[in-house]
């Protein structure tokens, strides 16, 4: 800083990290001469005083820079620690530092004299530590988030298998552990961890183990964290088809475009970038365009870069002509070109001299320096720029607010760019989206797919293929999450995302479909009137009820006729009923299953079930009696009436009925939508409640059909013309026959095939009893009533037992 009323001069001084390829950092030169310059013509700023400046170089190398730093602190000649050859010409401020190695070197030597240091180069928290570097300010904002916003862009493109490469640094180191948390938190796994730094790219075995891994990686993509100067490795890769099928995630503190004399950089070619969000400078294109050689013919780092910006060979002497001239302007260079030069670094740079202009603008405000300019003294001022340049707040020519207290730091809002590079050795950096960590979730990332060049058709980067809907990821023992089988849901689940973790359960009243990718509702079921198995057995119980009810009418229209008087003809007319009963009770297995239907239908069934058995039980204890009572002085002729039949039958239907009760008030049935026998319906029935008590409802019609089967068995070879016990032990053998079936067959069937089950039981059951036992007797009534007569009766039995008449006449 000069003072114009006076010959005190003060000098800023900027450290660069300078190698004769690495072009990026003259932009940075360029972008603060810009900014001193703009600063000496503002005369509301530092009114009366200008800024001077002194660039040294440095090196990656802890020497070097030490060198470099007491080559600045003694001035001219000889470097001697703690005393300077200057005397009108001291710097109070350090603007340096590209990466944290650089500012830890310098900052160590530097705190020794208190002398400000401003960083541009990235953030680094350990440089945010006030008690070990109390003077070093960063001009870069955080960037924390950086971690979030590369994960977020993996999510983006499904990208769950990644390679990770970065700086053996504290930074690189940090930068990791941030980056493995957050995609562990969103089920991104890392493929492998590479460190790397220039002097390992040295050691030949490590160097090709490096490129080995990246060849063999199933990974397709890589994340590069770092400066360029740690990650020289990349630069010297023999082959440059090593990494060409790679899509690469990196900063824009990596710089990845072409140097002079390195073609390899075309391996990254598609790679992401992510760039902190900067405004462009003002006037700083229009600046660019008045730089040449010419006009600073003391700045031998702009002739160097002359030359390799323009591609020229080294001017000796005289100038070239064109645009190797040392007149030329540097507008003639491409558009790309000017817009690396207008870097995010740039901008810090840009920023950090005006931080320094606005610190002595308030200090000068504030002690009034400017009235009494000619007391200032150079040795003390440094000392006191440190209050101001902590409590520093200011918007910058584009307006952005810029703090430099360290627990004030702004977080980093980034451009996402794409590389791309022509056949014809030109590059261009894309706009394809941005990252604003601050913004509400699925708004935070914004990117525009349609606007990416890829290196590589496989865009994929995966441990596992991708399980698609209707399966679920299964791990594969001893491998990272992300490695996995895919495995069908099980019956009743579906998944209808892909790589779903575990498959869902449909409701109860939904089921999958055949994709097993979506629940589809279940159809309400049930053996109903309208469908064409309910009217089939609706028709077929209707007309055989009717049936029965004419057989009834013939027999009490011939009621006096012998074959109906032959076997007891209440038992007969209480059969009948039962009978028709039995038919017309199957209706209520059919329909919307009630309250009522389901108490009724089983204890109805087994009640009327239980008359029809216990009558043709009393028939065939009838028929025994009758031919006991042939003998001398039996005892049997006294049971021979009318009310002993009844009695057995009320004894029967009794102890039946009151086992149905018993039921019913322990255990009754009700209405059930069952749910899980049929994988498609939802089936409407009666849960019988007591299964114990429904099969010994059954185990007891069973017990009275077989004692009635045994009974009929042994007599039905009794010379009687109308003896039933033939017809009565065919009808039990079909009944029981039917029963015994029934059981394994409604055991294995589901839904309304259950009660179809039933009714057809009960029909068939019912119809071989009225067809064995009745319609033999109807057809002598109806088609041979010759038959029918007492005549005939006694001839048929006196030709076979003639001693047994009286019998018949009893009957």
């Known amino acids: 800083i000069k003072l114009m009323s006076s010959f005190l001069n003060i000098t800023c001084l900027i450290f660069f990290s ?85 500012t830890f070197s310098m900052g160590t030597l530097l705190e020794l004299y208190k002398l400000p240091q401003i960083s541009y180069g990235l953030f680094d928290p350990l440089i945010t530590d006030p008690l070990q570097f109390p003077s070093v300010y960063q001009m870069a904002p955080s960037d924390t988030s950086l971690p979030l916003g590369m994960v977020r862009l993996m999510l983006h493109f499904k990208w769950t298998w990644v390679g990770l490469v970065a700086s053996d640094d504290s930074r690189g180191e940090k930068f990791l552990r941030d980056l493995q948390e957050e995609m562990a938190r969103n089920d991104v796994c890392v493929a492998f961890i590479k460190k790397t730094t220039a002097r390992k790219a040295s050691n030949k075995d490590f160097y090709y183990y490096f490129l080995l891994s990246i060849r063999v990686s199933s990974a397709n993509v890589f994340v590069i964290y770092g400066d360029t100067n740690s990650l020289l490795s990349l630069v010297f890769m023999e082959n440059p088809y090593v990494l060409v099928r790679k899509v690469w995630i990196t900063t824009s503190h990596w710089d990845i475009a072409k140097k002079p004399g390195y073609i390899y950089f075309d391996n990254f070619h598609g790679a992401l ?94 002690t009034s320096l400017r009235e009494s300019n000619s007391k200032l003294s150079t040795n003390f001022l440094h000392f006191q720029l440190h209050s101001f340049l902590k409590n520093l707040q200011f918007n910058n020519s584009v307006g952005k607010l810029v703090v430099l207290d360290k627990k004030r730091h702004s977080v980093a809002n980034y451009d996402v760019l794409n590389y791309v590079t022509f056949s014809n050795d030109t590059e261009v950096l894309i706009k394809v989206g941005e990252f604003m960590p601050e913004a509400p979730l699925g708004q935070d990332l914004t990117i525009h797919e349609h606007a990416i060049t890829w290196s590589t058709w496989n865009k994929k980067s995966r441990c596992s293929k991708v399980c698609g809907p209707g399966f679920q990821k299964k791990a594969q023992e001893g ?240 010379p009687d013309r109308f003896n039933e016990a033939k017809y009565i032990t065919f009808s039990m053998l079909v009944f029981c026959s039917v029963w015994v079936s029934f059981l394994p067959a409604y055991q294995s069937t589901k839904g309304k095939m259950m009660a179809a089950v039933e009714i057809f039981s009960i029909l068939s059951s019912s119809t071989g009893l009225l067809a064995c036992i009745f319609i033999p007797k109807c057809y002598v009534i109806l088609l041979q009533p010759h038959r029918n007569t007492k005549k005939s009766l006694k001839n048929n039995v006196n030709a076979n037992y003639p001693g047994i008449c009286s019998v018949n006449k009893k009957l």
């Open 479 to 718: 491998r990272s999450v992300c490695c996995f089988n895919c495995d069908p849901c099980p019956d009743m689940h579906i998944s209808n995302q892909t790589d779903a973790d575990q498959c869902v359960k449909c409701p109860e009243d939904q089921y999958p479909n055949q994709g097993r990718n979506q629940c589809l509702p279940k159809m309400v079921t049930f053996l109903a009137y309208e469908e064409p198995l309910g009217i089939a057995l609706a028709s077929t119980a209707a007309c055989l009820s009717l049936l029965t009810a004419l057989v009834l009418w013939v027999f009490v229209r011939h009621k006096n006729t012998p074959i109906v008087r032959a076997n007891n003809r209440d038992l007969s007319n209480i059969l009948l009923i039962s009978l028709f009963f039995c038919f017309l009770c199957s209706l209520l297995f059919i329909g919307h299953p009630t309250a009522a239907h389901c108490l009724l239908r089983q204890t109805t069934f087994g009640v009327m079930f239980t008359v029809a058995v216990s009558s043709i039980l009393a028939k065939t204890i009838i028929v025994v009696l009758a031919f006991r009572t042939t003998r001398p002085g039996s005892r049997s002729r006294k049971w021979m009436g009318s009310r002993a039949p009844i009695s057995v039958v009320f004894f029967c239907t009794l102890f039946q009925f009151l086992l149905c009760g018993v039921w019913l008030l322990l255990s009754p049935p009700f209405p059930e939508a069952d749910t899980h026998s049929d994988r498609e319906h939802i089936i409407l029935g009666c849960n019988e409640g007591s299964l114990i008590a429904f099969y010994f409802v059954l185990s007891y019609m069973g017990v009275l059909a077989l004692a009635s089967f045994a009974v009929a068995f042994f007599v039905r070879n009794l």
């Open 273 to 366: 970038i992510f760039s902190d969000q900067t405004s462009k400078i003002p006037g700083f294109k229009d600046f660019l365009k008045t730089v040449n050689p010419a006009r600073h013919p003391e700045d031998i780092f702009l002739k160097n870069f002359w030359n390799s910006a323009f591609g020229c060979p080294h001017i000796h002497g005289k100038e070239d002509e064109g645009v190797c001239s040392s007149n030329a302007s540097l507008d003639t260079l491409s558009l790309s070109s000017l817009e690396n030069m207008m870097s995010d670094q740039s901008y810090t740079v840009y920023t950090a001299v005006y931080a320094v202009a606005w610190a002595l603008h308030e200090m000068f405000l504030k």
């Open 18 to 102: 300078f190698l004769l390829w690495f072009l990026r950092h003259y932009y940075q030169v360029l972008a603060f001469m810009f900014a001193i310059e703009e600063i000496n013509r503002n005369p509301n700023l530092l009114p009366n005083i200008s800024l001077g400046f002194h660039i040294y170089n440095t090196y990656h190398n802890d020497e070097r820079i030490l060198e470099s730093s007491l080559m600045w602190l003694s001035g001219q000649g000889q470097t001697i620690p703690n005393y300077s050859c200057e005397r009108q010409r001291k710097s109070v401020v350090v603007i340096g530092g590209a990466t944290s190695e650089l």
